[in-house]
């Protein structure tokens, strides 16, 4: 009896933390997507991370929410933060600028797209999303991750590992100065920061 | 330790989705249409490892660590572009930049 109490309230309380961290997910997306600002925008991605790396923890994929606050809160969204930060402000009104039909159509499509997923996952899997069963202590951790890593899935570590080399060479080729060469004579790129007009500008 | 089923998961996961997709069909700020398609990559992630839970199967984690690989990729390549357009004097407006030539 005392015993099926406990299981009741930690089941209570397994809920709310699920209802907390899906609703600021959630939240802070809607955040992202409205903010005008870019910059609040990248910091509402942030809060959109950490409550996924709490469902992560809920799912017991415990490397993977480690992981993810990682690579996306210690790198992504620092590097977001450093390239608006190089950008400069530049205003954008979400909800309008661009035809107005424009915008009623994007809603539409993206409620389309919602739907359309929801009909498929439900037709695909009503009856065989059964009430979770218990998984063993290894599930997610990182000694079980590692071990799956580098025994079945090596080739995927290795190309993923390939695919990021290639994309961050390819990032600072796209990043960096890009020389007018005269023959013979190497000129630096003109500093344009002097000329550009330091109020804000509206993207429309 | 039963908490909510993983229909609930997946429900987030699309409303998730969904609202990546409104980010991205509606913004016009290159960098937020970068962000918005993250959101989207993290609605992938959190089906995967959801149903990996679900299945008792691993694939679905390393899959999803995978996909993170490969969001920071697409981050690094896109902020890359994002910086040489805007040293060229670029609008980032993705409605003006029409034109692979610039």
């Known amino acids: 009896m005392n015993g099926l109490v406990l299981a009741s309230a930690g089941n209570v309380l397994v809920w709310i933390v699920w209802v907390v961290a899906a609703f ?22 942030i809060g959109n991370l950490a409550s996924l790396a709490v469902m992560y923890l809920l799912l017991s994929a415990e490397f993977v929410a480690a992981a993810q606050v990682l690579v996306y809160a210690g790198a992504v969204v620092v590097m977001f933060l450093f390239v608006i930060a190089y950008v400069g402000p ?48 290894t599930f997610g ?22 695919v990021l080399l290639v994309a961050a060479v390819g990032g600072v080729i796209l990043g960096a100065h890009t ?6 004579i190497i000129t630096p790129a003109p500093t344009r920061e002097a000329e550009r007009e330091p109020e804000p500008e509206v993207v429309h | 330790m039963a908490g909510p089923d993983v229909a609930w998961y997946l429900a987030v996961a699309a409303f998730l989705f969904g ?22 990559l993290n609605a992938g992630n959190l089906a995967l490892i959801a149903l990996s839970r679900h299945w008792h199967n691993g694939a679905g984690q390393i899959f999803a660590l995978a996909v ?29 930049l029409s034109e692979l030539r610039g």
């Not at chain 1, 020389?179 to 013979?184: L, M």
């Open chain 2, 68 to 96: 993170m690989a490969v969001a920071a990729s697409e981050v690094c390549v896109g902020l890359g572009l994002v910086v040489a357009l805007n040293r060229r004097d670029l609008s980032l407006d993705v409605d003006r």
């Open chain 1, 24 to 45: 600021s997910c959630l939240a802070s997306g809607v955040a992202v997507i409205s903010f005008s600002n870019a910059f609040y925008s990248a910091l509402a991605l």
């Open chain 1, 90 to 137: 530049r205003r954008e009104t979400p909800w309008s600028g661009g035809p107005g039909w424009q915008t009623v159509a994007a809603v539409c499509a993206a409620g389309a797209l919602l739907v359309e997923i929801v009909v498929a996952v439900g037709m695909q899997a009503s009856g065989t999303l059964s009430p979770e069963s218990n998984v063993g202590a």
């Open chain 1, 179 to 184: 020389r007018r060469t005269d023959p013979g």
């Open chain 2, 19 to 40: 609202i990546g997709a409104l980010g991205v069909l509606i913004r016009r700020n290159t960098l937020v249409v970068l962000l918005s398609l993250e959101l989207m």
């Open chain 1, 141 to 162: 951790t990182p000694a079980w991750i590692g071990r799956v890593f580098l025994t079945d899935h090596l080739f995927a570590f290795e190309i993923t590992s390939v």
